[in-house]
């Protein structure tokens, strides 16, 4: 992706979470030298901040996703079985983009529309050795109550309705009807080593740098701090 175009998805995506009345951290409008010039340790650490990706396939209107994450954290904290062993993030997936067939190590997470379209999620159960089993039915918790699909499935969750996800679960998902702004509440996030994808692809976009960087993804923090 090139750097100007992440920076109107930034300026997009920005104007969408607000039109639903959602307010940001004041972190996340910090420039490059705001951050530069702050004690962002923690920040970068825990992995919160922007994060734009179109999964290294260069075709973000179709596989992409727009997240921010305002709190995370650490892996001791999940080893210790106390402190702050919860994430929450703030996503948009947009119409008919799709978020590729994934599931996680760890991480179990509540997946909420928080308003917009139609999203759409497609599941399956993890097979014995890790895989996607095309014939069992997934059972998944849709606000307290459960639900049973067959295997490739369709959840739709209309505005102010979730569901929860654990990590033999295998899901992928999209908006329909429109942008749906999404609310993520999991336990403890690490995006660089919790993702196993059906497709070899990447979890993070490569940055062409065609203009300076409106605000820092933080995929860029290795970088740029």
């Given amino acids: 992706m090139k750097r100007s175009q992440v920076n109107e998805i930034l300026r997009e995506g920005d104007a969408f979470i607000r039109s639903f009345g959602y307010v940001m951290p004041p972190f996340a409008y910090w420039s490059v030298e705001d951050m530069q010039a702050r004690d962002t340790s923690e920040i970068a650490k825990r992995g919160m901040g922007w994060d734009i990706t179109d999964y290294g396939q260069g075709k973000f209107d179709e596989l992409g996703l727009f997240l921010f994450t305002t709190r995370n ?3 001791e904290d999940l080893d210790k079985g106390r402190g702050m062993v919860y994430a929450e993030k703030i996503m948009i997936s947009r119409d008919r983009q799709i978020s590729p067939m994934h599931r996680h190590l760890i991480k179990s997470e509540d997946i909420i529309n928080r308003g917009g379209g139609t999203l ?3 599941l399956f159960a993890r097979d014995g050795e890790g895989g ?5 039915q997934v059972r998944v918790p849709v606000d307290g109550q459960w639900k049973t699909l067959d295997a490739g499935g369709h959840l739709k969750l209309a505005p102010g309705e979730s569901v929860t996800l654990h ?3 295998w899901h992928a998902f999209w908006g329909e009807g429109g942008d749906v ?3 993520e509440v999991s336990t403890v996030n690490d995006d660089n080593t919790d993702n196993i ?3 070899p692809i990447g979890r ?3 940055i062409e740098e ?3 960087p409106q605000h820092l993804l933080v995929s860029d923090y290795a970088t740029y701090l």
Avoid: K, N
């Fill in 132 to 136: 996607i089993d095309r014939d069992a």
């Fill in 73 to 75: 954290g650490l892996a």
């Fill in 167 to 169: 990590p033999d679960t």
């Fill in 120 to 122: 759409v999620l497609e």
């Fill in 210 to 212: 065609d203009v300076d």
């Fill in 204 to 206: 993070f976009a490569t």
């Fill in 181 to 183: 702004l999404i609310g």
């Fill in 197 to 199: 994808f059906e497709a």
